[in-house]
């Protein structure tokens, strides 16, 4: 079981917006920042968002970020077919010293 | 850009010890602005940190594999290596190498992320 929580699945038509959240507790998300993860099928994580809103250069601004206490928030909007893929967050867990995951969500684009 | 390139036997018989190297090129791997990370995911299921390492050798590793694992450096070759001892079948996994960003703001807060990751190398452990 992970230490953040992500919805197993989520799922939207093109065109429209989905939100993957990520619930934490004071010792992780509360306290430090939250970066995103974008998994494609049968390839390797690549960085959507750091420091729980900044997106990397190359990154479209459809993908955004934000952070309410212990929660962090994925937003993507007008979805592509090619937004099919698993998201994580992460952050470090200054109980535990160390990075810590979410479970991961998979997002279907219908 | 910065590239980074796992290598390392596939297969791995359980007790015995995994060893795994990151090449990374484009970039120096003492540059001192960045660790440099190894993270695993089992078939079908999602990511765990193993640990990092800075190019002086510094490193933090994952609490609960922290008896079991050891990162290295070689700044001669610009790569960085993983020992994981007495292998299980649960430690079947693609294992990811990744630069990690890691700094600690004046409150204490970690401003960590991962990037950029190597494709990933697939390890089984069986006899």
């Known amino acids: 079981q992970s230490v953040l929580t992500q919805p197993p699945s989520v799922s939207a038509a093109p065109g429209q917006k989905v939100t993957i959240s990520c619930s934490g507790s004071?010792?992780?998300?509360?306290?430090?920042?939250v970066s995103w993860y974008q998994q494609l099928p049968g390839t390797a994580p690549k960085l959507l968002i750091y420091?729980?809103?900044k997106r990397p250069s190359g990154i479209p601004d459809r993908f955004s970020g934000s952070k309410s206490g212990t929660s962090a928030t994925l937003g993507i909007t007008g979805l592509q077919t090619g937004d099919e893929a698993d998201y994580y967050c992460?952050?470090?867990?200054?109980?535990?010293?160390?990075?810590?995951f979410g479970g991961g969500t998979k997002l279907t684009v219908l | 850009q910065v590239q980074l390139q796992e290598s390392g036997p596939g297969l791995v018989k359980p007790s015995q010890t995994l060893s795994l190297t990151c090449t990374v090129s484009?970039?120096?791997?003492?540059?001192?602005?960045?660790?440099w990370s190894w993270i695993r995911q089992p078939p079908g299921k999602g990511l765990e940190w193993i640990g990092y390492?800075?190019?002086?050798?510094?490193?933090y590793y994952n609490p609960s594999l922290k008896s079991r694992v050891t990162i290295s450096v070689d700044t001669s070759k610009n790569q960085f290596s993983l020992k994981l001892s007495s292998v299980t079948a649960a430690d079947t996994a693609v294992y990811y190498c990744?630069?990690?960003?890691?700094?600690?703001?004046?409150?204490?807060?970690?401003?960590?992320?991962?990037?950029?990751w190597g494709q990933g190398t697939l390890v089984t452990v069986s006899s």
């Open positions: 484009g970039g120096s791997i003492s540059s001192g602005d960045y660790y």
């Open positions: 004071s010792s992780n998300i509360g306290n430090n920042y």
């Open positions: 990744a630069r990690a960003v890691v700094v600690v703001t004046a409150r204490f807060a970690r401003q960590n992320w991962f990037d950029p």
């Open positions: 390492i800075y190019y002086s050798g510094s490193t």
């Open positions: 992460g952050t470090w867990d200054s109980s535990l010293s160390g990075e810590v």
């Open positions: 420091d729980n809103n």
